[in-house]
């Protein structure tokens, strides 16, 4: 991708600036009930049964977490207990950011507005986007697009509310089934991949590839 000054810079939260622990806490949970495979195949069920959650129509987070646990219980034998959810529910809005991120944004908030799609709830996210250290024009929920990502709903609220189109922004994710692909299929030609090392690359997408976030303001050429 050639330098790229966009009217905008859009991000994905959870994974790409603040570093996701939905894994530390079913290691928390159920590590002491199962061995390593074993732990190993729950988070992995955690992880696809929480995007099986969303797929359909919006519903709260809290129910994403609740029946992706529940469903990643059942499937590995273990216990599946309602206050475990609510735990793991709890712990999002206490997560800061990947140590990379602060500075990275800082830099490119001086020159761009900076814009936050997540699928967090509008009383979860703020926690969160106040450890990231740099100021956001603006931060969007699925709550609000009453749509999680990957689903298009979700950025064409973002383009409605910003009043701009795919040509407009650069879209910056960590992962690809939640945000990149539909961006790619949105339109939105100027995309970053964030290798944070939870899923592989695939260039069929078209994306600059950095490591972390400081690598962000040499894509934007500042």
């Known amino acids: 991708m050639t330098t790229f000054r ?3 810079i859009t991000f994905d939260c959870y994974g790409t600036l603040t570093n996701f622990q939905m894994a530390e806490a079913a290691r928390d949970l159920y590590g002491d009930r199962l061995d390593e495979p074993g732990m190993v195949k729950f988070i992995k069920n955690f992880a696809a049964y929480r995007l099986d959650e969303i797929m359909g ?6 129910d994403v977490v609740h029946n992706s646990l529940e469903r990643s219980c059942k499937a590995n034998g273990v216990a599946f207990k309602d206050e475990d959810a609510r735990m793991v529910y709890e ?5 800061g950011p990947h140590a ?9 908030a001086k020159e ?3 814009v936050i799609l997540s699928n967090a709830m509008n009383d979860q996210i703020p926690s969160n986007v106040a450890k990231l250290g740099a100021p956001f024009h603006a931060v969007y929920t699925a709550e609000q697009a009453n749509a999680y990502k990957p689903r298009f709903q979700a950025f ?10 795919p040509e407009d922004i650069l879209h910056c994710s960590s992962s690809f089934r939640y945000d990149l692909m539909s961006a790619h299929d949105l339109g ?8 944070r090392g939870h899923e592989p690359g695939n260039p069929f997408y078209g994306y600059t590839e950095i490591s972390d976030i400081s690598g962000l303001p040499g894509v934007v050429g500042l």
Do not use: H, Q
């Not at 712990?91 to 997560?95: A, D, L, Q």
């Open 112 to 114: 761009i507005p900076l």
């Open 188 to 195: 939105i030609k100027n995309k970053i991949w964030v290798n």
């Open 100 to 108: 990379d991120v602060p500075s990275g944004l800082a830099k490119v």
């Open 156 to 165: 064409e609220y973002m383009f409605d509310m910003l009043g701009c189109g």
């Open 6 to 8: 966009p009217k905008y």
């Open 91 to 95: 712990r999002v809005p206490t997560w």
């Open 57 to 62: 129509d919006w519903k709260p987070y809290a």
